[in-house]
């Protein structure tokens, strides 16, 4: 009895004319039609670097600016401003001479108590206040700020005061001269302010504390 066509037995496997056998577990993209082997092909590559994620429970690090260094500079010369003012204090009750003449000038005691009252309050709030401000503390810029304001009143009351004890007061009445030098000191404390709000002007890290001088 002659095997049926439709078998599949009816192939022989070494029958030149029997079509190849495929792999059926290959992808169809890596089989050659024209062979029986599979066609390797070259994995795809990945080109670049990682990003670094910090580890688990850890904090991202974060590039800080080093503090600026006109804190320490200005304070410096608030302590120099503050000395010098050591002078005025010991001259306070000494003779007088007009800047203007050049001559001997009497000045009143009240005025030469309040010349001597400010002198110290320029020693102490401007050394004090410089040296905070070297130790990138607020409160020093504070107390600088404060220090201008406090002897910027003092220094028009001991003009009104004195009266015309001589250098603007010769040139002018009493009320002129009060104006003009009002004036002329309320520009040099204003600048001085500015000079002392440097760093906080300047931008960047300033490198000042939270301090305040009251509260």
């Given amino acids: 009895m002659e095997p049926s066509p439709w078998d599949d037995d009816y192939v022989k496997s070494n029958d030149s004319n029997a079509p190849q056998s495929v792999q059926m577990n290959a992808p169809m993209s890596t089989q050659d039609p024209f062979s029986s082997q599979p066609v390797e092909m070259q994995q795809p590559m990945i080109m670049g670097t990682t990003a670094q994620m910090p580890a688990y429970g850890q904090q991202p690090l974060y590039i800080q600016q080093a503090p600026s260094s006109a804190a320490k500079i200005i304070g410096i010369i608030l302590v120099i401003v503050g000395a010098f003012n050591l002078l005025g204090l010991l001259t306070a009750f000494g ?8 001559e001997e000038i009497i000045v009143s005691t009240s005025s030469q108590v309040l010349t001597a009252v400010n002198s110290l309050i320029s020693l102490v709030g401007f050394v004090l206040a410089g040296v905070w401000m070297t130790q990138y503390r607020r409160k020093g810029l504070h107390l600088a700020l404060l220090t201008i ?16 004890d001589g250098g603007i007061g010769t040139l002018l009445d009493d009320g002129a001269a009060l104006g003009v030098t009002a004036v002329l000191t309320g520009v040099c404390s204003g600048i001085c302010g500015l000079i002392v709000a440097i760093p906080l002007l300047s931008g960047g890290n300033h490198g000042l504390d939270d301090s305040k001088l009251f509260g």
């Fill in 95 to 102: 003779p007088q001479e007009d800047p203007f003449t050049g």
């Fill in 149 to 164: 304001v406090v002897t910027y009143l003092i220094g028009v009351l001991t003009v009104g005061v004195g009266g015309n």
